[in-house]
């Protein structure tokens, strides 16, 4: 190393230094974001009332879609002696039903599912910062963490608190209303 690059090293050193003994006061942890989406009772609590609101739903495209077998079987028995207009467009009708029953359907679920985790995330979010605020934590860290000793992680204390901040019963949810046809 030469005499100028050690300089440099030293005075870098020097200026760091006082920062290094700032640093061993600051209070960090760390917060397993997944697990807290997967284990909150808030999270459960959510999923619960997206199925209870897209059950009758669920349970319409169930019919329908035993109507569409019952066309298909229609259509697979006397397809052979329909006229060919006739056929065509049974097998146009088929597809159009098998395709647009399941599509209406995932496209609103997937909304409200949207919905519901950006609640959720904005929820544990501020469940996070109440706890690094009454824990007097300088940083706490999440998503992208690709190493954290085991002593820094608050997520069970923080699952903790979650847990004694839900709701004793989620009220019901009202049962999804599929959107209107576009012409």
Do not use: C, W
């Not at 807290?36 to 959510?46: D, G, M, R, S």
């Not at 669920?58 to 397809?79: H, P, T, V, Y």
Request: charged share 30%.
């Amino acid at each position: 190393m030469t005499q100028a690059m050690m300089k440099k090293a030293l005075l870098i050193a020097s200026l760091l230094l006082p920062f290094g003994a700032a640093l061993a006061d600051i209070k960090v942890a760390v917060v397993n974001v997944p697990r807290l989406l997967e284990e909150a009772p808030q999270a459960k609590t959510a999923m619960k009332a997206l199925q209870d609101e897209f059950a009758p739903r669920q349970r319409d495209i169930m019919k329908q879609q035993q109507d569409l077998k019952a066309k298909e079987d229609k259509l697979n028995r006397d397809g052979a002696v329909m006229a060919e207009a006739e056929r065509r467009n049974a097998e146009k009708d088929l597809r159009e039903g098998q395709r647009d029953l399941q599509h209406e359907y995932v496209e609103d679920l997937n909304l409200r599912r949207n919905e519901e985790l950006g609640k959720l995330q904005r929820s544990l979010l501020q469940e996070v910062q109440g706890f690094a605020k009454s824990g007097n934590y300088d940083l706490v860290v999440g998503d992208g963490v690709l190493y954290a000793k085991e002593a820094l992680d608050i997520t069970a204390q923080v699952l903790t608190a979650l847990q004694q901040h839900a709701p004793a019963a989620a009220a019901p949810a009202k049962p999804a209303t599929p959107a209107p046809k576009s012409p």
